[in-house]
C-alpha cells in the first residue's frame, strides 16, 4: 500500500514539474513576440500592438509647410560704423538739441549737459587747493592760472556737446533732465552712406534662428511695398541678447534719399533710410532632408526621445531621429516624410 502511495506522489510532482516549463516556455514565445525587431537603424517595428481605425491612441499627419511659429523682428537701418559723443563732466542733460535722424555737421550743437552744484562745489574746493600750494609755492603763474579757473566756475555751469563730425544722429541718450556721469556716451553719429538694417533681441534666439532664413515685413504705409530680408549675420551678446544683420532683396535698397513720398523710388525699389524702422516676422524653415513635427508626438522627451509612426498596414513603427531646430511649438526630424502619421504619447 504505501509502495502505491509512493508511484501516485511521484506521478503527481512529474505533472506539476512538466505544467511549469509549459507555462515559461508559453510566456517567453509571448515576450519574444513583444520584442521589438529592429530593421534599420533608427527605425524599430513593434508587433503585437494595433494602430488601426479602432485604436484609441491620438495620432497626427505630419505636414509640409505647418506653422511652427516665429520670431518678431523689429529692426532699424543704422550705421554699420559710428561715432561716439562722450560728456566730459557729470550733470543733467539740460537740452537736446537734436533728435535720432537729423544731418549735422562737424561743430554743429547737440547735447547740453548742466552740471549739479555739488560738482560746482566739489571742483571749487579743488581749485582752492590748488591756489593755496601756489602761493606756498610762490608760483605766480600757476596761482594767475588757478585764480581764473575759480572765476569761471560761477560762469561754466553747463556744457555744449558738440558733432566731432558729419553725419546723421543715431541716438540720444535719455531724456531731458537724465542724470549723466563722466565719459558716458550722449549721441551716436552715423555715416549715412553706409548703413545696414539690423535687429536687436533681449533674449537668445541663435538657436531658432540660422543665417539665410527669410524675414518679411509688412507694409510701412499707404503705397508701399512690403519687403522681404534675409538673415546676413546673427551673434549672441554678452548680456545674453542677439543681433542679426539683414541682407534686403532686390526690391529694397538703403541708405538712398531718392524716394518718393510713398517710400518708393521712380524705378518702383523700396528706399530705406537711416533710422527707418520696419517690423516682420522670420519665417523658421527646417533644413533639407528634414520635416517638422510637433513637440507634441514625441515619447520619452530627453534623451532616448523617439516617435511612433504607423506603416501602410497600420503597425506602429518605432523612430529614433536626429532632432534638429526647436521652436515652441515643433521641432525639426530626419528619417520621416511628410504625410506620415505620427501616434501621440
Given at each position: 500500500?504505501?509502495?502505491?502511495?509512493?508511484?501516485?506522489?511521484?506521478?503527481?510532482?512529474?505533472?506539476?514539474?512538466?505544467?511549469?516549463?509549459v507555462?515559461?516556455?508559453?510566456?517567453?514565445?509571448?515576450?519574444?513576440?513583444?520584442?521589438?525587431?529592429?530593421?534599420?537603424?533608427?527605425?524599430?517595428?513593434?508587433?503585437?500592438?494595433?494602430?488601426?481605425?479602432?485604436?484609441?491612441?491620438?495620432?497626427?499627419?505630419?505636414e509640409?509647410?505647418?506653422?511652427?511659429?516665429?520670431?518678431?523682428?523689429?529692426?532699424?537701418?543704422?550705421g554699420?560704423?559710428?561715432?561716439?559723443?562722450?560728456t566730459?563732466?557729470?550733470?543733467?542733460?539740460?537740452?537736446?538739441?537734436?533728435?535720432?535722424?537729423?544731418?549735422?555737421?562737424?561743430?554743429?550743437?547737440?547735447?547740453?549737459?548742466?552740471?549739479?552744484?555739488?560738482?560746482?562745489?566739489?571742483?571749487?574746493?579743488?581749485?582752492?587747493?590748488?591756489?593755496?600750494?601756489?602761493?606756498?609755492?610762490?608760483?605766480?603763474?600757476?596761482?594767475?592760472?588757478?585764480?581764473a579757473?575759480?572765476?569761471?566756475?560761477?560762469?561754466?555751469?553747463?556744457?555744449?556737446?558738440?558733432?566731432?563730425?558729419?553725419g546723421?544722429?543715431?541716438?540720444?541718450?535719455?531724456?531731458?533732465?537724465?542724470?549723466?556721469?563722466?565719459?558716458?556716451?550722449?549721441?551716436?553719429?552715423?555715416?549715412?552712406?553706409?548703413?545696414?538694417?539690423?535687429?536687436e533681441?533681449?533674449?537668445?534666439?541663435?538657436?531658432?534662428?540660422?543665417?539665410?532664413?527669410?524675414?518679411?515685413?509688412?507694409?510701412?504705409?499707404?503705397?508701399?511695398?512690403?519687403?522681404?530680408?534675409?538673415?546676413?549675420?546673427?551673434?549672441?551678446?554678452?548680456?545674453g541678447?542677439?543681433?542679426?544683420?539683414?541682407?534686403?532683396?532686390?526690391?529694397?535698397?538703403?541708405?538712398?534719399?531718392?524716394?518718393?513720398?510713398?517710400g518708393?523710388?521712380?524705378?518702383?525699389?523700396?528706399?530705406?533710410?537711416?533710422?527707418?524702422?520696419?517690423?516682420?516676422?522670420v519665417?523658421?524653415?527646417?533644413?533639407?532632408?528634414?520635416?517638422?513635427?510637433?513637440?507634441?508626438?514625441?515619447?520619452?522627451?530627453?534623451?532616448?526621445?523617439?516617435?511612433?509612426?504607423?506603416?501602410?498596414?497600420?503597425?506602429?513603427?518605432?523612430?529614433?531621429p536626429?532632432?534638429?531646430?526647436?521652436t515652441?511649438?515643433?521641432?525639426?526630424?530626419?528619417?520621416?516624410?511628410?504625410?506620415?502619421?505620427?501616434?501621440?504619447?
Amino acid at each position: 500500500m504505501s509502495g502505491e502511495i509512493g508511484r501516485l506522489a511521484l506521478v503527481k510532482s512529474v505533472l506539476i514539474a512538466a505544467g511549469l516549463v509549459v507555462a515559461t516556455f508559453a510566456a517567453g514565445g509571448c515576450a519574444d513576440n513583444l520584442e521589438p525587431r529592429r530593421q534599420e537603424r533608427g527605425v524599430v517595428a513593434v508587433s503585437g500592438e494595433d494602430a488601426g481605425p479602432d485604436s484609441p491612441r491620438q495620432t497626427v499627419v505630419i505636414e509640409e509647410s505647418p506653422d511652427v511659429g516665429g520670431v518678431t523682428v523689429n529692426a532699424v537701418v543704422v550705421g554699420r560704423d559710428s561715432v561716439e559723443v562722450r560728456t566730459p563732466t557729470a550733470g543733467l542733460v539740460a537740452d537736446a538739441m537734436v533728435e535720432p535722424g537729423d544731418r549735422v555737421l562737424v561743430g554743429d550743437p547737440l547735447v547740453r549737459i548742466r552740471r549739479t552744484s555739488e560738482e560746482i562745489e566739489l571742483e571749487r574746493e579743488i581749485v582752492q587747493l590748488e591756489i593755496e600750494l601756489a602761493e606756498t609755492r610762490d608760483d605766480p603763474d600757476a596761482l594767475a592760472a588757478a585764480r581764473a579757473r575759480l572765476g569761471a566756475l560761477d560762469t561754466s555751469l553747463s556744457t555744449v556737446l558738440i558733432a566731432p563730425a558729419d553725419g546723421t544722429v543715431a541716438s540720444v541718450v535719455g531724456r531731458v533732465w537724465t542724470d549723466v556721469e563722466v565719459d558716458d556716451v550722449i549721441v551716436r553719429l552715423s555715416d549715412p552712406t553706409d548703413t545696414v538694417l539690423r535687429a536687436e533681441f533681449a533674449d537668445d534666439v541663435t538657436d531658432i534662428v540660422q543665417v539665410g532664413d527669410i524675414v518679411e515685413f509688412g507694409e510701412r504705409g499707404p503705397g508701399q511695398d512690403p519687403i522681404t530680408a534675409a538673415v546676413a549675420s546673427i551673434r549672441s551678446t554678452d548680456d545674453g541678447g542677439t543681433v542679426m544683420n539683414f541682407d534686403l532683396d532686390a526690391g529694397a535698397a538703403v541708405g538712398s534719399d531718392d524716394s518718393d513720398e510713398t517710400g518708393n523710388s521712380a524705378d518702383g525699389a523700396v528706399e530705406l533710410a537711416l533710422g527707418d524702422r520696419l517690423r516682420g516676422r522670420v519665417l523658421i524653415q527646417a533644413a533639407a532632408g528634414r520635416v517638422w513635427v510637433p513637440v507634441e508626438s514625441i515619447h520619452r522627451p530627453g534623451r532616448g526621445s523617439y516617435l511612433l509612426k504607423t506603416d501602410d498596414h497600420g503597425r506602429l513603427v518605432r523612430v529614433e531621429p536626429n532632432f534638429g531646430r526647436r521652436t515652441e511649438t515643433h521641432v525639426s526630424a530626419t528619417g520621416l516624410n511628410v504625410g506620415d502619421t505620427l501616434v501621440l504619447p
